[in-house]
């Protein structure tokens, strides 16, 4: 095995192209000079188009997880009624920042590998009458599901003056999204997952409703104080020392989608979803989702008569591939493979036939190569589509 190569099929970090990492390689340039101020300029508008709005996205150097907790500590007041929408553990995670502020915090608790509903919101509404503001996940990235964050948005507006928030962390850039139309109020997304980038940057992006919130909310904060970030970012510029090789990167990124298409991207994704699920069905390896509820970004696996991470310890011993574990009570259940940003037909079907020598030999009883075919033709579907 070749002790230097890598591959990462896990949902994030995800592989970086390789313009991407000569553009962070790039000789350092002052912060606050004019060419920092030009490159923002070139960001913002390519980063609203990803989202979906006509507000700006702000650029937080921070992982995912400080993007969560500036929605929090910027739209909601102490002792504020929340609803928390948990369908896996980064929807624990929000409800988590939320009661770490002192935040009255009710939740709806999906079953694991499945979506919230539109009558979930009904319900919880109807026993919650003050919620100010609701959390999702959009993908919840632990099970592999994508929230019908459209649809529950539109109860919510339908029934309450809530703010919406969400977490499109490990599914933004690789789904549709549609902040404005779709009436969500602010959106958090991270560097290291569709954006084919490292960890360290978060972007949110925030409604006029939630900024009139963000403006009254007397809740302190001093570094994810939301106003300082968007007052300096509308000059082009920020207000605490940026992450300068991660925008040079995320300027590079934004000119591979734009070249490719977000269409194209979003249709990418869906066609390695597709894939990804027609090999397992095929193999007759049972997936945590049905494909209703499935992401375009992750698919997560949960094998029946063979163990996960004997799987795993094969991949990574033997192909040097790695895909992930299940979290917290799917630990040791599942295994999830992550398949955006920076990844190709050609690379899922890598990964196909890899995983179909670690079933067998974790003792898995399968049929060699249906779970190529499988994804192959499905291939061909979409091709011939």
């Known amino acids: 095995m070749l002790t230097d190569q890598q591959i990462l099929r896990i949902p994030g970090p995800s592989p970086i192209p390789p313009s991407v990492s000569r553009a962070m390689a790039q000789p350092m340039i002052g912060h606050r000079g004019q060419s920092t101020s030009d490159m923002l300029s070139f960001i ?62 009710h939740l709806i608790e999906t079953e694991w590998g499945k979506a919230a509903t539109v009558s979930d919101i009904t319900e919880s509404f109807e026993a919650h009458p003050n ?6 996940t959009y993908c919840e990235t632990s099970t592999g599901v994508l929230n019908p964050v459209k649809e529950l948005a539109a109860e919510i507006r339908r029934r309450s003056e809530a703010l919406i928030i969400v977490d499109g962390v490990s599914c933004i850039g690789g789904v549709e999204t549609k902040m404005d139309e779709w009436g969500l109020d602010i959106v958090v997304s991270g560097s ?69 298409g977000l269409v ?48 795993r310890k094969v991949l990574k011993g033997e192909f040097a591939m790695e895909v992930a574990g299940g979290q917290k009570i799917l630990a040791n259940k599942i295994f999830r493979i992550g398949h955006m940003g920076y990844c190709s037909p050609a690379d899922m079907l890598q990964a196909i036939a890899a995983i179909e020598i670690a079933i067998a030999k974790a003792g898995g009883e399968i049929q060699l190569g249906s779970g190529v075919r499988a994804a192959q033709q499905e291939y061909l579907k979409g091709a011939n589509g």
């Open 44 to 105: 913002r508008p390519k980063l609203k188009r990803v989202f979906g709005t006509e507000q700006e996205v702000l650029i937080l150097t921070a992982s995912g997880t400080a993007g969560l907790e500036a929605a929090v500590v910027n739209a909601v007041a102490q002792h504020d009624e929340v609803l928390v929408i948990v369908s896996g553990a980064f929807g624990e995670r929000f409800a988590d920042i939320c009661k770490t502020y002192d935040i009255q915090t």
């Open 192 to 260: 290291q997952k569709a954006f084919m980038l490292p960890a360290g940057l978060a972007f949110i992006a925030v409604s006029d409703r939630a900024w009139n919130k963000v403006e009254r909310n007397p809740q302190p904060r001093f570094y994810l104080d939301l106003k300082k970030h968007r007052d300096n970012l509308i000059k082009d510029t920020t207000p605490f020392t940026p992450a300068l090789s991660l925008l040079f990167g995320l300027q590079k990124a934004l000119e591979l989608m734009e070249e490719e």
């Open 131 to 136: 919620i100010k503001a609701v959390f999702m």
């Open 264 to 311: 194209n991207v979003y249709a990418r994704h869906d066609r390695l979803m597709k894939m990804t699920r027609s090999a397992f069905k095929d193999l007759g390896v049972p997936l945590l989702t049905e494909d209703k509820d499935a992401s375009p970004t992750v698919t997560a696996v949960k094998p029946a008569d063979f163990d996960a991470e004997v799987l």
